[in-house]
């Protein structure tokens, strides 16, 4: 059977505020990786259809995790406890705990994007900041031969 599904709606070519352009191409692109992973079924989810070992749920969870981090703790200065939770203990793809399921990913995307207004400018006051502290700073990954 073959069910239409209706694609999310694309933000306004009439927006000329770069945060409705940015926040509304976050939002096309959210529901859309949603509306394509909806219909997989578990093992879909967690297994790879491509070289890079990448599976779906991997990815959702990336993205969620880019966006609270850019969104949230880069241009809002929020405090967010593994702000580079990616890097953490693992190598290789994206990874997703065994319990995790496709329901806490999506949740926790729902959590993630539920934003307030993100300022203007992102960090008025980049000039009189301190040198990004070990807090904020990347954490250095070795990449195996």
């Keep these: 059977m073959v069910y239409k599904i209706e694609p999310a709606a694309e933000p306004p070519v009439t927006l000329t505020s770069p945060y409705d352009l940015l926040t509304g191409y976050l939002d096309f692109?959210?529901?859309?990786?949603?509306?394509?992973?909806e219909g997989m079924s578990d093992a879909e989810l967690r297994n790879s259809r491509i070289?890079?070992?990448?599976?779906?749920?991997?990815?959702?969870?990336?993205?969620?995790c880019v966006e609270l981090r850019w969104m949230q703790w880069g241009f809002k200065g929020e405090h967010i406890e593994e702000p580079w939770a990616e890097f953490k203990n693992r190598s290789g793809p994206w990874h997703v705990e065994p319990g995790e399921t496709f329901a806490d990913v999506k949740e926790f995307s729902s959590r993630s994007s539920a934003r307030g207004p993100v300022p203007?400018?992102?960090?008025?006051d980049w000039r009189t900041r301190?040198?990004?502290?070990?807090?904020?700073?990347?954490?250095?990954?070795?990449?195996?031969?």
């Design 51 to 64: 070289p890079t070992g990448w599976s779906p749920l991997g990815l959702f969870k990336h993205l969620a």
């Design 120 to 124: 203007s400018s992102p960090r008025p």
């Design 29 to 37: 692109y959210r529901e859309t990786v949603l509306r394509k992973l």
């Design 130 to 145: 301190p040198p990004v502290s070990a807090e904020r700073s990347r954490p250095t990954r070795t990449v195996p031969p």
